[in-house]
Nanobody
Framework: QVHVVESGGGLVQAGGSLRLSCAVS????????MVWYRQAPGKQRELVAF??????NYADSLKGRFTISRDNAKNTVYLQMNSLQAEDTAVYYC??????????????WGQGTQVTVSS
């Protein structure tokens, strides 16, 4: 069993910063890819940023304000969000692809963490 838990969301004023964390635990041999998505009210879920062993990338509109990083020793991925704007208000979800001890690669989602930016 694999658990994915996000934390760090909250209420922040426009222009402020937040750092989200996503911790992966359980039967994890290795983590292939870690991805942040977000879903604003009434909108589709969209990719924010992802990181793998060989690459890191961001949604074009977020480059320069958001930074994804990873602590392999802790099986944790972070999303540093700066210069937050009201349109960044959304539920942020962590998605991971992991290899378990049987060698199978599976996908897991966290429960999401709410980020609210007040203008």
């Amino acid at each position: 069993q694999v658990h994915v838990v996000e934390s760090g969301g909250g209420l922040v004023q426009a222009g402020g910063s937040l750092r989200l964390s996503c911790a992966v635990s359980g039967s994890v041999s290795s983590i292939i890819q870690m991805v942040w998505y977000r879903q604003a009210p009434g909108k589709q879920r969209e990719l924010v940023a992802f990181t793998s062993a060989t690459s890191t990338n961001y949604a074009d509109s977020l480059k320069g304000r958001f930074t994804i990083s990873r602590d392999n020793a802790k099986n944790t991925v972070y999303l540093q969000m700066n210069s937050l704007q009201a349109e960044d208000t959304a539920v942020y979800y962590c998605n991971v692809h992991v290899r378990d001890y049987s060698g199978s690669i599976r996908e897991y989602w966290g429960q999401g963490t709410q980020v609210t930016v007040s203008s």
